[in-house]
């Protein structure tokens, strides 16, 4: 029986940054595991502060095209942001200014889980800001 660390292993050493995709649609079931994924990941002190939003419709894609034209083919987009209107959002980032950067890790820990996640079920990713 193969281990799940070998299992592990194999798709990080599997997956890469892709700018082009086919175009295909990624079904919803899958998108929702993906973002389970992320809202899996640690945040500090637990605090939860991440959001997703997925963009699926031609209209809003185009316009991220304008932005990032290097994303073909692509036929969803999940937007990870923090939300630094919670209470303890404010007092443990926003004040303290060596804790700033916070956010982002928790934001890059997310995006670890839901790019692995997304790869064992064959969707292609690429993280981009």
């Not at 991220?64 to 007092?91: A, C, N, Q």
């Not at 950067?101 to 928790?106: K, M, R, S, T, V």
């Amino acid at each position: 029986m193969t281990k799940y660390s070998e299992i592990l292993l194999e798709l990080i050493k599997e997956r890469r940054s892709v700018r082009i995709f086919n175009g295909n649609k990624v079904p919803q079931e899958i998108i929702m595991k993906i973002i389970e994924a992320g809202i899996w990941a640690p945040t500090g002190c637990n605090n939860q502060e991440l959001k997703f939003l997925v963009i699926e419709n031609e209209k809003d894609l185009k316009k991220i095209l304008e932005y990032k034209p290097f994303f073909k083919g692509v036929s969803t987009v999940l937007l990870v942001f923090y939300d630094m209107s919670l209470p303890r959002s404010h007092k443990m980032y926003a004040q303290r200014k060596g804790q700033r950067h916070l956010p982002d890790i928790d934001g890059g820990l997310a995006l670890s889980n839901m790019i692995l996640y997304a790869k064992s079920e064959g969707v292609d990713s690429c993280i981009f800001r």
